[in-house]
């Protein structure tokens, strides 16, 4: 429940539910409202409003689904009881589908990760507000041990086959579907069931908030509070940390959402071992089930801006794809991955630049051609063999391409700079190409006799080039002479 100011053009009507909402608050703290200012709520039904009287202000809500709403003055309730952050609800007239609870503000977590970051990385500010945030949430996902009571929990008591089944069909449907990504529909279904199978196998006696994400987070003079739990059941720790880990426009880096979680383990005290056995299961079913609200929103329903979070969630899967093997073989889910990352299409939605990686390597073809296991499999394979060789010279032997001495005997050569320029050409014709395309992943590579000297300098040489001239991320790595730099 994001609560920003989305006021209505002046002699606009006024919202049905202002009568009731402003008789509720008067009831409640005795003065006449004297401001009613309409809040967003992003994708949800519910309408909120911020009503204040010069002294206080308060957020007025009108649920039109009222199993939902009892839901969250539930969990409100007895989360406050047991100390944790979130809002006081002040009075709540259910029959009309109203409450008012307590105003923590209009700053979310989202909010304040876009206006401080300047760059992929976390600041440490910000990261210092995600482990704040990730030392709350093992306390909430406690409150199921403790006694907490889910006789209200909307839709489902818990997270279970019939939660896990609608998930992937809405996947299947609003997102595979109206994206046009092809699938058999049998082989899928029997996929489907395995997996459900895999993630019903994780411990499910904790507090599964559901959408535990960074816009349901509000910051509020630099401390967490939280909100949107009315969809909260009993269910694996592992759901809440891939949602607010994978949230896609929060766009965290891979090594920050490894620090984040490791943080979370030793906040929770849980088992690495055991956690990490289902947790990217989890990461998949969340996303899974982030593209069916996309496809739904987008596709289906028109609202274009929720589409914006697609590339983000595709790159999410390219990384999955290369970084995080599950325990039970999918092949039909996996295609159907595999067709999502390599879509220009799904790439090309909002205005969001993930930016490309470029992966350059050297090697020696005496052990073998590198295979690109982290991208798209493609890209470029570049025999320097032919290049005059520095390593026959004895005192090069013992040096690299990365020593002034072998790097100068190159730049001599008029064949390596004629070779040079004719890489640098291709790559760069591919570079702009995937850039305009919103694709992520390129690998570039330089094989020689010994992987010591040829391969080493070009690959330098073209890391060097494509970080002045294009401003993509490079990451280079000499397979033959140990840790890349």
């Known amino acids: 429940m994001p609560l920003k100011n989305d006021a209505p053009e002046q002699g606009s009507l006024k919202s049905p539910q202002e009568p009731a909402l402003r008789a509720l608050y008067k009831k409640t703290f005795g003065p006449e409202p004297d401001t009613f ?31 939902e709403n009892r839901a969250f003055l539930s969990f409100s309730g007895q989360f406050r009881a047991a100390g944790l952050p979130v809002p006081e609800i002040y009075a709540e007239d259910q029959a009309q589908g109203i409450y008012l609870e307590e105003d923590l503000g209009s700053t979310t977590l989202f909010e304040y990760l876009s206006a401080e970051r300047k760059g992929p990385e976390l600041p440490p500010q910000v990261m210092a507000a995600y482990l704040k945030v990730l030392d709350w949430l093992p306390k909430f996902q406690a409150q199921v041990k403790a006694g907490l009571d889910l006789r209200h929990c909307y839709p489902r008591a818990a997270f279970d086959r019939q939660s896990v089944m609608w998930d992937l069909n809405y996947f299947k449907y609003y997102f595979l579907k109206l994206a046009k990504i092809p699938f058999n529909e049998d082989k899928l279904e029997a996929d489907f069931s395995r997996f459900a199978d895999l993630l019903l196998e994780a411990p499910s006696d904790h507090f599964l908030y559901r959408d535990f994400q960074s816009r349901n987070i509000m910051l509020r003079d630099g401390e967490p509070w939280f909100i949107d739990y009315q969809g909260g059941r009993r269910g694996a720790a592992q759901y809440d940390v891939a949602s607010l880990l994978y949230d896609a426009k929060a766009d965290l ?20 071992g055991g956690f990490m056995r289902y947790y990217y299961a989890f990461v998949y079913a969340r996303i899974m089930q982030a593209m069916g609200a996309y496809g739904l929103r987008g596709f289906y329903e028109r609202k274009t801006h929720f589409l914006a979070s697609v590339p983000y969630a595709v790159r999410n899967i390219e990384w999955l794809l290369r970084n995080a093997e599950l325990p039970v073989k999918l092949p039909e889910l996996t295609a159907c991955f595999k067709r999502i990352a390599a879509s220009s299409y799904l790439r090309q939605f909002g205005k969001s630049r993930l930016g490309l990686t470029v992966r350059v390597t050297s090697f020696s073809f005496k052990n073998g051609v590198p295979l690109d296991d982290r991208g798209h499999g493609g890209g470029f394979v570049f025999d320097c063999r032919a290049l005059p060789n520095p390593g026959r010279y004895e005192q090069y032997a013992q040096l690299t391409g990365r020593d002034k001495p072998v790097a100068d005997f190159l730049k001599g050569e008029a064949e390596v700079e004629r070779f040079l320029r004719g890489v640098f050409a291709i790559t760069g014709q591919s570079v702009e190409n995937y850039l305009s395309r919103n694709f992520t992943s390129l690998s570039v590579s330089f094989g020689c006799t010994g992987g010591r000297h040829r391969s080493v300098y070009c690959a330098e040489a073209l890391a060097a080039h494509l970080r002045k001239n294009y401003g993509a991320r490079v990451e280079l790595t000499h397979r033959e002479l140990g840790p890349a730099r």
């Open 253 to 272: 880096q891979p090594e920050d959402r490894a620090s984040l979680r490791e943080a979370y383990l030793k906040a929770s005290g849980q088992d690495a």
């Open 37 to 67: 200012e309409p809040l967003r709520a992003d994708a949800s039904a519910r309408r909120l409003f911020r009503l204040g009287d010069g002294k206080r202000t308060a957020v007025g809500v009108f649920g039109p689904d009222k199993a």
